[in-house]
């Protein structure tokens, strides 16, 4: 019966361990990302986020030089939605 309960005892420090594993990973990986650096292009293209609407489908937000673009893209097309020229203060 001893046995068991150190079984489970076991069982539950190792989750316990597990746990605070992934908790301190995910704490940590901002730090991870920020340590990364972007490669810049040389027409200064970024891509800030992309939203997936479905198979191959997908609108798009991109950075170049000093204007935003929204991007709408398909399975055999690519629209341009709208843009905008970025303002001073925005990075």
Same mark, same amino acid.
């Given at each position: 019966?001893?046995?068991?309960?150190? %079984? @489970? +005892?076991?069982?539950?420090? +190792?989750? *316990?361990? +597990? @746990?605070? #594993? $992934?908790? &301190?990973?995910?704490?940590? =990986? /901002?730090?991870?990302?920020?340590?990364? !650096?972007?490669? /810049?292009? =040389?027409?200064? $293209?970024?891509?800030? /986020?992309?939203?997936? $609407?479905?198979?191959?489908?997908?609108?798009?937000? &991109?950075? #170049? !030089? /000093?204007?935003? $673009? #929204? @991007?709408?893209? %398909?399975?055999?097309?690519?629209? *341009? *939605?709208?843009?905008? !020229?970025?303002? +001073?203060?925005? !990075?």
């Amino acid at each position: 019966m001893m046995d068991v309960y150190l %079984g @489970i +005892i076991k069982v539950f420090f +190792i989750l *316990l361990g +597990i @746990i605070a #594993v $992934l908790i &301190l990973l995910y704490r940590y =990986a /901002d730090r991870l990302k920020l340590n990364m !650096k972007t490669k /810049d292009t =040389a027409y200064g $293209l970024k891509k800030v /986020d992309t939203i997936h $609407l479905g198979y191959k489908k997908f609108v798009s937000v &991109l950075e #170049v !030089k /000093d204007y935003v $673009l #929204v @991007i709408g893209v %398909g399975e055999k097309e690519m629209s *341009l *939605l709208t843009r905008w !020229k970025k303002e +001073i203060g925005d !990075k």
